[in-house]
């Protein structure tokens, strides 16, 4: 087994690495068609009116282009046949890096139809989550906490992208489809949001274990982990992973991506508890919950406390 060190880095890095070295060979192609054109940094940005620091980035990697931006830079240096080829490689660096301010912007909603339109071809998802409980697993009221919160704070479209998140767990109950969660005590634990929505959002997930093509495996803070849980993950067939940073959406579909993915995946799911024992875990958060916050309004606890 690969030591604890090795994987931590590569988990951590290897998604982020793979896309920057996609933003940089683009670069270095916008770099060759400028430098064949015999065109210096500073006179190709005079001839598009840009500010040459623009050129800089955009040839190190450190700046992604527009759509625009290719159609521009392959006019300027004669070399449009390459304008689709450049857009091709853009496209597949936007997919694999969704920043969040581009894909919400047109609101919660249309992104929830396109993972759901995405997950219909999905056979088997492989998930891990070590913070926040996954969206397939929601109640409404969790994922509308979840889902108007850090950068859909404030979205118009929030009942509604709720609403297309509830409908797409219906494939939890199809025979086609396997899932196989795996989740930290810790995203038990956390008070993402208020605990009368946390206390239903645990019972859901007892109910759930129920399911005979779901698979739910809870990380016990009594385990002893050889592999620390830094982010979590969905592993999608074995065609891609689906990462959720601060900042981007990162879909890896590198081979060897998906096989650190995969190992990952096996080292957690090996250390879970599942079917009774993980309802007793569960169950054991839910019973330190509401005695921390006692329902108020239930006559017979007011009574006794």
Partial sequence: MP?????????????????????RA???????????????????AESLSWPTSKISKLENGRQTPTDDDIRSWTIATGSESEAEALLASLHTLETRHAEWRRVLRPGLQPHQREL??????????????????PGLLQTADYARARLGSGIGAGAKDLDDAVRVRMQRQEMLYRSDKRFHFVLTEAALRYRLTRPEVLLPQLDRLVSLTALRNVRLGIIGFENTLELAPLNGFWLLDDDV???ETF??????????????????????????????????????????????????????????E
């Fill in 3 to 23: 030591s604890d060190g090795k994987n931590l880095r590569s988990s951590k890095t290897s998604g982020v690495t793979s896309v920057q070295e996609a933003r």
């Fill in 26 to 44: 683009l670069g270095l192609r916008l770099r060759e068609l400028r430098r064949e054109a015999k065109l210096t940094g500073k006179e190709l």
């Fill in 116 to 133: 759901a339109e995405k997950d219909k071809r999905v056979r088997l998802f492989r998930v891990f989550e070590p913070v926040i409980l």
């Fill in 241 to 243: 992973v689906r990462i």
């Fill in 247 to 304: 900042s981007a959406e990162l879909n890896l579909a590198q081979p060897q991506e998906i096989e650190l993915y995969s190992r990952v995946f096996q080292q957690l799911a090996a250390v879970a508890s599942y079917g009774s024992e993980a309802r007793a875990i569960i169950t054991r958060v839910i019973d330190e919950l509401a005695a921390e916050f006692p329902d108020e309004d239930d006559p017979e606890k007011f009574e006794n």
